[in-house]
């Protein structure tokens, strides 16, 4: 493995495939109950048992506290038994809360537990049992195969809500949609069966390399197995890498989730059609599983740290766009603008996205100067307004967001900074409505679309 990583041997996965199977099958199941999945199940639901919508949708984030709760209890419990035991275990109890609990709420009650239960034992099983046992299997490939393994949410968006709406015309929700369930029983038993804590039970050396590679280079790991941390939990509350490590992840999936859920509905309410909502959400779905391998790739090549910063980037880039696109328009082209440089940006790959940046940068020199005097431009003229109404945070982020926003769109249209910059003047500062609800969406995160 000192050799460099190609795309052809990143998919050199060996009997590992049997983990990254069920990796990605899981959270496609997962994410039935818990995501994508609700886009289609829960108006069902709530139509056929009288619940109230908004009311079940709301239950996530109480799923969301008590599965930071279950965490802790998960691991302990992973710990004792192994990640093999455990995942198995977990996705039996998934199946049947889907089927008892989920598809039959009659009540809110019930249906907050069956949400608390799926999130805590979808997501015990992929973070606290898969990942481990994908880095015991792959200590080399842990980026890339992290990518691949992740396929599995991005294979739910663009398949689940097509696939249940379909299933809802043969049947009643109760019977049809029960076929997840029945799958995430299965794949408990395909997860026992053909996977072991350890690569080496399994009949493979670590990353699928050979006995000779495996004597040369990783014989100094198994010196490691018997190592017993000495973290503790109060320990861990103490160190700010670790709540970095959660916080932004943390946020990021908060963003995630509430475009995911409520992707179709969102797009109805708009005047879409059900049939172009749940294509866009395939489509996005099919982009992201290119994405999905790219940053893993990226991640192996590079490391995490740089990965994640050009992940999170190109997502804060995509929030910054469609919370633009939602402001009342002047011009009739100007939301149609952001939203298709935010399609652009959402389909690059990371390095693709890198270049991009490399080739404008290069073909203009002074871009830094410029972006520096659009901040210094937009801080004397807005921020020392905020000693009318304190809001200081938030005309400080519209500086930062206007200039990210703008160095983006220059990325598509390079020459044109001046007319781009106009536009952006005209849309947003020529509007008091405008500027006041960008300043205060900006201000608050909870606003953002």
Not at 194 to 201: A, G, H, Y
Request: hydrophobic residues 50%; proline residues 4%; neutral net charge.
């Amino acid at each position: 493995m000192k050799e460099k990583l190609t795309i052809r041997e990143s998919f050199n996965l060996g009997r590992g495939w049997h983990l990254m199977i069920f990796a990605i099958l899981a959270m496609l199941v997962t994410n039935a109950g818990v995501n994508d999945g609700l886009n289609i199940a829960l108006p069902a639901i709530t139509e056929g048992s009288g619940l109230d919508y908004e009311l079940c949708l709301s239950m996530g984030t109480v799923a969301g506290f008590v599965g930071v709760a279950m965490m802790l209890v998960i691991a302990k419990f992973r710990d004792r038994f192994g990640g093999r035991k455990l995942s198995a275990a977990l996705f039996i109890i998934f199946g049947l809360t889907f089927y008892f609990l989920f598809l039959r709420a009659t009540n809110i009650v019930m249906y907050a537990l069956a949400q608390c239960i799926m999130v805590s034992c979808g997501q015990g099983c992929f973070y606290l049992c898969t990942g481990p046992m994908q880095s015991d299997w792959f200590p080399k490939k842990r980026g890339v195969v992290n990518g691949i393994s992740t396929i599995g949410a991005n294979i739910g968006t663009a398949v689940l809500a097509p696939l249940m709406t379909f299933l809802l015309t043969v049947a009643d929700y109760r019977t049809s949609l029960a076929a997840f369930a029945a799958a995430a029983i299965l794949l408990a038993v395909y997860e026992y069966v053909t996977l072991r804590d350890n690569p080496i039970e399994a009949g493979m050396y670590p990353d699928n390399v050979s006995k000779e590679v495996y004597e040369a280079e990783y014989k100094n790991l198994s010196e490691h197995d018997g190592y017993v941390s000495d973290w503790t939990i109060p320990k861990m509350l103490r160190c700010k890498e670790v709540w970095l490590a959660s916080v932004v992840p943390g946020f990021i999936t908060l963003g995630l989730l509430g475009i995911i859920t409520q992707f179709v509905p969102r797009n109805t309410s708009l005047g879409l059609s059900d049939g172009v909502a749940i294509s866009a959400m395939t489509v996005a779905g099919l982009v992201g599983i290119v994405g999905s391998y790219a940053i893993g790739f990226i991640d192996t090549k590079l490391g995490t740290k740089k990965a994640c910063m050009i992940y999170c980037g190109i997502f804060a880039v995509g929030i910054l766009f469609n919370l633009l696109a939602e402001l009342d328009p002047l011009r009739p082209d100007w939301p149609k603008l952001l939203k298709a440089r935010a399609a652009q940006l959402s389909a690059l790959s990371p390095a693709d996205y890198l270049r991009l940046r490399a080739d404008y940068e290069r073909a203009n020199p002074r871009w830094e100067r410029q972006l520096t005097n659009l901040a210094c431009y937009l801080v004397f003229r807005h921020w020392h307004k905020a000693v009318n109404d304190d809001d200081i945070y938030g005309r400080a982020a519209l500086v930062c967001a206007a200039c990210t926003v703008l160095y983006h769109l220059s990325l598509f249209q390079p020459g044109e900074e001046a007319l781009l910059w106009s536009r952006f003047s005209r849309e947003v500062e020529h509007d008091e409505n405008n500027l006041a609800d960008l300043i205060w969406a900006l201000s608050d995160p909870d606003a953002l679309p």
